[in-house]
């Protein structure tokens, strides 16, 4: 039998008062890979990840972390457990500076463990390190990005839910995101990423799921997808 997945959704819905943006929706996400999560905007990407981290309620299905269901726990319950989401936009503290927004991030985490994980930051994002005392809001686009990451990882995931992490960045800095994501991969870090650009995505992804209007339109290896005559025209622009 193939070892229980880190990550399954099965029969997810959820929505917002009337409407229903994700109608039934099976996903599974082993440990140690990169997941890749895409589709059209307002297909129900980002509900499916606030589902998981558990910022919105669920309406139907269910959700289990290494086998156990989570979808009655509360967002920091999840957090405890290794759930951490990086939120589309970024959302760091403009006013606060680098470290305080990376030490935000150390959710009642042992004072030694937050020095080695702000090392391990520090390491994985030098620019962070030499620009630890600059206001979060005073950083480009790229830095904002690695300091939502890092902040992230200061509460050592063992699942990273990552919600657009190239918006709004320039093509080589989308490169860096992203080889930043296959690092976190070679840490042990298991990732689901939604992402804009697809072909990047699925590219780096071991599994790509193809999400349209609420529900998986596809699914298979990133290599598959990319391969697949209908989702290249459908979705990825080729
Ligand atoms: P995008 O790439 O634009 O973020 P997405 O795939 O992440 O798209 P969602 O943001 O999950 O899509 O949106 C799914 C559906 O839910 C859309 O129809 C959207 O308009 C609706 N929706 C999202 N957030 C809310 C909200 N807070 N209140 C009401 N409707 C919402």
Avoid: W
Wanted: proline residues 5%; glycine residues 10%.
């Amino acid at each position: 039998m193939p070892p229980e997945p880190l990550l399954r959704v099965d029969a997810l819905r959820c929505g917002y008062g009337r409407i229903e943006a994700v109608k039934g929706v099976d996903l599974e996400v082993a440990e140690g890979t990169v997941t890749a999560l895409v589709g059209a905007n307002g297909a129900g990407k980002t509900t499916l990840l606030r589902a998981i981290s558990g910022v919105l309620p669920i309406r139907a299905g269910t959700i289990r972390f290494e086998g156990a269901a989570i979808e009655a726990m509360r967002p920091h319950e999840r957090v405890a457990r290794g759930i951490v989401q990086v939120p589309e936009g970024r959302q760091l503290f403009a006013p606060l500076s680098v470290l305080d927004n990376l030490r935000l991030g150390a959710f009642r985490r042992a004072r030694e463990r937050t020095r080695r994980n702000l090392e391990r930051v520090f390491a994985l994002f030098p620019v962070l390190a030499e620009r630890r005392d600059t206001p979060a809001g005073a950083l480009s686009g790229g830095q904002q990005q690695m300091c939502a990451i890092g902040r992230a990882l200061m509460a050592e995931p063992r699942l990273l839910l990552l919600d657009e992490p190239s918006m709004g960045l320039a093509p080589f800095l989308v490169e860096q995101i992203l080889e930043t994501v296959a690092r976190l991969r070679e840490e042990g870090v298991t990732v689901l990423l939604v992402e804009q650009n697809a072909v990047a995505a699925l590219s780096l992804a071991d599994r790509g799921y193809v999400l349209e209007t609420g529900r998986i339109a596809h699914a298979g290896s990133g290599r598959d997808l990319l391969g697949d005559p209908a989702v290249r025209e459908a979705y990825l622009g080729v």
